[in-house]
T-cell receptor, first 110, second 113 residues
Framework: AQRVTQPEKLLSVFKGAPVELKCNYS??????LFWYVQYSRQRLQLLLR??SRESIKGFTADLNKGETSFHLKKPFAQEEDSAMYYC????????????FGTGTKLQVIP | ETGVTQSPTHLIKTRGQQVTLRCSSQSGHNTVSWYQQALGQGPQFIFQ???????GRGNFPPRFSGLQFPNYSSELNVNALELDDSALYLCASSLAGRETEAFFGQGTRLTVV
């Protein structure tokens, strides 16, 4: 069975400091990894996906199959980045089940 | 703002009762997924409906059931409620095969006492 682990419940950084939100996964096949974000009083929304290798709001994430990781990074944190971040894994075949991690709350201190 | 709406936003039920939660999909979306999010946890996949048929299920007992209607709106039914069913229930609609691009509703907060 697939699993997504986010070891940090809370990550506090100062504005302008680099951010790295950790995500590790376990899955025997070839997964698709994603990051979702939930800002205060807003709905859960897709932030980025590994397959498109995109940078959204300055965030990037690289899939490391050797370390089974998909850490989310941003070189300079901004106050508006404060939110809950969820790492997620999608298993293809049949139906598309998405497995979420437990989430990390990012707090950017002004 | 997305077009996925859930009702009610909050409700309180007694252990042993039954509950029905509703979800109205984003226009044009034919797939609905339901998730349970317990406090401090990430969303957990309950099941998915595509064209009125359940086509995938997570690790939830049969007392969790659902329906999808011709207009792609959906219901989640939970029978014989237990205290551990207290959670935020999220509905997400998408096009088939694009579940990670789903639009989420604001959720229904269920409290079982």
């Amino acid at each position: 069975a697939q699993r997504v682990t986010q070891p940090e419940k809370l990550l506090s950084v100062f504005k302008g400091a680099p951010v790295e939100l950790k995500c590790n996964y376990s899955y025997s096949g070839s997964p698709e990894l994603f990051w979702y974000v939930q800002y205060s009083r807003q709905r859960l929304q897709l932030l980025l996906r590994h397959i498109s290798r995109e940078s959204i709001k300055g965030f990037t994430a690289d899939l490391n199959k050797g370390e089974t990781s998909f850490h989310l990074k941003k070189p300079f944190a901004q106050e508006e980045d404060s939110a809950m971040y969820y790492c997620a894994l999608r298993v293809s075949g049949g139906y598309q089940k998405v497995t979420f991690g437990t989430g990390t709350k990012l707090q950017v201190i002004p | 703002e997305t077009g996925v709406t859930q009702s009610p936003t909050h409700l309180i039920k007694t252990r042993g009762q039954q509950v029905t939660l509703r979800c109205s999909s984003q226009s044009g979306h034919n797939t609905v997924s339901w998730y349970q999010q317990a406090l401090g946890q990430g969303p957990q996949f309950i099941f998915q409906y595509y064209r009125e048929e359940e086509n995938g299920r997570g690790n939830f007992p049969p007392r969790f059931s659902g329906l999808q209607f011709p207009n792609y709106s959906s219901e989640l039914n939970v029978n014989a409620l237990e205290l551990d069913d207290s959670a935020l229930y999220l509905c997400a609609s998408s096009l088939a095969g694009r579940e990670t691009e789903a639009f989420f509703g604001q959720g229904t907060r269920l409290t079982v006492v």
